[in-house]
C-alpha cells in the first residue's frame, strides 16, 4: 500500500471532485454532476493525486478503479467534505439567513411536484437563499446526505441507523389499470386479485415492492417487473396493456391519463411513507431548519409530525 507523506494540505476542491468521480463511477457522468467540463475534472484529480504523492485511480479500469490509496482517500475525503459543509452550514446560520446555500435531495417517483408549494413559500419568505434541487435515485440520495452533497433528503421507507428522519408524507397505494380491464370499474382491489397480472414496480420502492407482493401470493413474484422511477413511463406502459402498475394517489390524482383507471387497494393496502432525512449528529443549518417547519406546516399527505 502506498503511503502519504505527512503534513499535506488538501484543497477540497479537488478533493470534491476526486470524491464524485468515485461516486458517479466516471469522469463524464462526475463533470455533469459538478457542472464542469470533463478536462476540468480530470485535471483536478491529477493534481489531487500529485498533491498527495499517490496514484489514486487505476484508469485502465472501466469504470475506473480505486488503488489501495485511493480507497483511504475516498472514505476519509467523504467525512472531510461533510465536516466542510457543517463548518459552512454554521457560518450561513450566523448570517442569519441573508445569504447561503439549501441543498435538497429528491428521488425520481415524481415527489418534487408535490413539494411544488413548499419550495414557492420558501423562495418567497428567504429569497436570499439559493434552493439547490437534486434528483437521484434513493440509494445514491442517501448515499449524498452521507457525504454532505446535499443537507436533506427525501426518503422512502427505512432509514438507516446512520441518518435522522422526520416524516413529512403519508398516503396509500393504488393499482393502475387499463380503462377496459375487467376490474378497472370497481371502486376497490384485493392485491390477490391482480396475483395473475404482470405486475410493474418502482424499481425505488423495495420494501413497497416486498409488501404488494406478499398480498398478491401466488406467483405474483416471477410475473413482476422493476421499472426505472419514472411515473410517465409506468402510466404509458399500463395504457398499453403491459401490465398492472402501482403509485401513491396523489402522485396519480397529479397526472391524470385517459386510458388509464386508479382503483384504491383493499385493506390493509400498502402505505407510502416519505421521510426528510439527514445525516446524524450533523449541525443542521437554519436554512434546513426553516425548510423543516414549512414543510410541517404544510402536512403534506397528512403526515404525522
Request: hydrophobic residues 45%; charged residues 25%; without cysteine.
Amino acid at each position: 500500500m502506498e503511503v502519504f507523506p505527512l503534513g499535506i494540505d488538501i484543497d477540497l476542491r479537488r478533493l470534491r471532485f476526486f470524491v464524485e468521480v468515485v461516486r458517479q463511477r466516471g469522469f463524464s457522468q462526475a463533470a455533469r454532476v459538478l457542472f464542469a467540463t470533463q478536462p476540468t475534472v480530470s485535471k483536478a484529480v491529477k493534481q489531487l493525486e500529485e498533491e498527495l504523492g499517490a496514484a489514486l485511480l487505476d484508469r485502465t479500469a472501466s469504470p475506473v478503479q480505486l488503488t489501495d490509496a485511493g480507497r483511504v482517500v475516498y472514505e476519509r475525503g467523504r467525512h472531510l467534505l461533510a465536516q466542510a459543509g457543517d463548518l459552512g452550514n454554521e457560518l450561513d446560520e450566523l448570517r442569519g439567513l441573508r445569504q447561503g446555500t439549501l441543498r435538497l435531495g429528491f428521488g425520481r417517483m415524481g415527489t418534487t411536484a408535490l413539494f411544488a408549494d413548499v419550495i414557492s413559500e420558501y423562495r418567497l419568505r428567504f429569497p436570499a437563499i439559493r434552493v439547490d434541487v437534486v434528483v437521484r435515485e434513493h440509494q445514491e440520495l442517501l448515499a449524498n446526505v452521507r457525504s454532505g452533497g446535499v443537507e436533506l433528503a427525501l426518503a422512502f421507507g427505512p432509514v438507516p441507523d446512520d441518518l435522522d428522519a422526520k416524516d413529512v408524507l403519508r398516503d396509500e397505494l393504488v393499482a393502475l389499470l387499463p380503462t377496459d380491464h375487467a376490474l378497472a370499474a370497481r371502486e376497490s382491489v384485493a392485491l390477490r386479485e391482480l396475483r395473475d397480472e404482470h405486475l410493474m414496480l418502482f424499481d425505488e420502492g423495495s420494501h413497497l415492492n416486498a409488501a404488494i407482493l406478499a398480498q398478491a401470493g401466488g406467483d405474483a413474484a416471477t410475473q413482476a417487473t422493476a421499472f426505472p422511477s419514472q411515473a410517465d413511463l409506468l402510466f404509458e406502459l399500463v395504457a398499453a396493456g403491459g401490465g398492472v402498475a402501482f403509485m401513491p394517489s396523489r402522485l396519480e390524482a397529479a397526472r391524470p391519463h385517459r386510458r388509464v383507471r386508479a382503483v384504491a387497494l383493499e385493506t390493509p393496502g400498502v402505505p407510502w411513507i416519505v421521510r426528510m432525512a439527514w445525516r446524524r449528529g450533523a449541525y443542521l443549518s437554519h436554512a434546513a431548519r426553516a425548510w423543516m417547519d414549512i414543510v410541517s406546516r404544510h402536512q403534506l399527505g397528512g403526515a404525522g409530525a
